[in-house]
């Protein structure tokens, strides 16, 4: 298993931007896929984002195509998240997720470490 610190999160106006961060410790972050994931108060956690091993294949929630871009950078056991054109429904606790396994999921149960999370807070 890898640890995992998430970063970035804040509060920020409908319309505005963000750029989440997650830090990975161990020397096999480059073998892990990657997620980004959600949790609105009373709502089940759910996926917004994975990127594969490599970075070459990434997959999204259909609400965020288009606005959000998950990236990392192995050299700085480092996946990122930018938010754009954030909007009030996208207020929620962000986790990211490591994946022991290269390819990318949106399957929550797939994920064996997790973060301790980053509150984001879209004001309309």
């Known amino acids: 298993q890898v640890q995992l610190a998430e970063s970035g999160g804040g509060l920020v106006q409908a319309g505005g931007s963000l750029r989440l961060s997650c830090s990975a410790s161990?020397?096999?972050?480059?073998?892990?896929?990657m997620g980004w994931f959600r949790q609105a108060p009373g709502k089940q956690r759910e996926f917004v984002a994975s990127i594969s091993w490599s970075g070459g294949t990434t997959y999204y929630k259909d609400s965020v195509k288009g606005r959000f871009a998950i990236s990392r950078d192995n050299a700085k056991n480092t996946v990122y998240l930018r938010m754009n054109s954030l909007k009030p429904e996208d207020t929620a606790v962000y986790y990211c997720?490591?994946?022991?396994?290269?390819?990318?999921?949106?399957?929550?149960?797939?994920?064996?470490?997790w973060g301790q999370g980053t509150q984001v807070t879209v004001s309309s």
């Open positions: 161990g020397r096999t972050f480059s073998s892990y896929a």
């Open positions: 997720a490591a994946r022991g396994v290269g390819l990318p999921s949106g399957n929550k149960r797939e994920y064996d470490s």
